[in-house]
């Protein structure tokens, strides 16, 4: 009876709802959403298409890529569910367990215990796996990611040493 009391508490319920909706998705990653602005004037120069290139490249461009980059971060965390599974490493198999009856026998017993036991070691072994294969995919993604992020930021001073390179070939 005391659990429905506490389900029936509307004050509880309602500061809960509150608290949910007070949340900002944004925050709940690892940079906050950039602010992409079209107003360039804050840049304190003249309209030149070389400066709009790069305050776009160096600084816009940066920023949505590490916005880009802790979004799939996040997301490969909370898809395997890590913390989680590290909370619940020892828990049996789908929470499949036996009990002892009343009627108390050691057959019942020793059966009950090597069928837990069993559970756990199943259950221990697939979350370890299932956590390995989730902290290597954040590696891989880590890897793709700043090999992107380093291309990407180092490309102006590539293209421009790919091009004075083709001049001296002329």
């Given at each position: 009876?005391?659990?429905?009391?506490?389900?029936?508490?509307?004050?509880?319920?309602?500061?809960?709802?509150?608290?949910?909706?007070?949340?900002?998705?944004?925050?709940?990653?690892?940079?906050?959403r950039?602010?992409?602005?079209?107003?360039?004037?804050?840049?304190?120069?003249?309209?030149?298409?070389?400066?709009?290139?790069?305050?776009?490249?160096?600084?816009?461009l940066?920023?949505?890529?590490?916005?880009?980059?802790?979004?799939?971060?996040?997301?490969?965390?909370?898809?395997?569910?890590?913390?989680?599974?590290?909370k619940?490493?020892?828990?049996?198999?789908?929470?499949?367990?036996?009990?002892?009856?009343?009627?108390?026998?050691f057959?019942?017993?020793f059966?009950?215990i090597?069928?837990?036991?069993?559970?756990?070691?199943?259950?221990?072994?697939?979350?370890?796996?299932t956590?390995?294969?989730?902290?290597?995919?954040?590696?891989?993604?880590?890897?793709?990611?700043?090999?992107?992020?380093?291309?990407?930021?180092?490309?102006?001073?590539?293209?421009?040493?790919?091009?004075?390179?083709?001049?001296?070939?002329?």
């Open positions: 009876m005391e659990s429905m009391l506490v389900f029936g508490n509307t004050k509880a319920v309602d500061s809960l709802r509150i608290k949910l909706h007070k949340i900002n998705l944004y925050s709940l990653t690892l940079f906050p950039p602010y992409f602005s079209a107003n360039i004037n804050l840049m304190n120069t003249k309209r030149n298409i070389v400066f709009l290139y790069l305050y776009w490249h160096f600084i816009e940066t920023q949505f890529l590490i916005y880009v980059w802790s979004n799939i971060i996040f997301f490969i965390w909370h898809y395997f569910t890590i913390y989680g599974l590290l619940t490493l020892f828990w049996p198999y789908k929470r499949y367990r036996q009990y002892i009856s009343k009627p108390f026998s057959g019942q017993f059966e009950t090597v069928f837990n036991t069993f559970s756990r070691i199943i259950g221990f072994i697939l979350r370890l796996l956590i390995v294969i989730g902290l290597f995919v954040e590696l891989i993604i880590l890897i793709i990611g700043s090999f992107v992020f380093l291309t990407v930021f180092f490309w102006p001073f590539i293209l421009i040493t790919i091009l004075m390179q083709g001049i001296k070939l002329i």
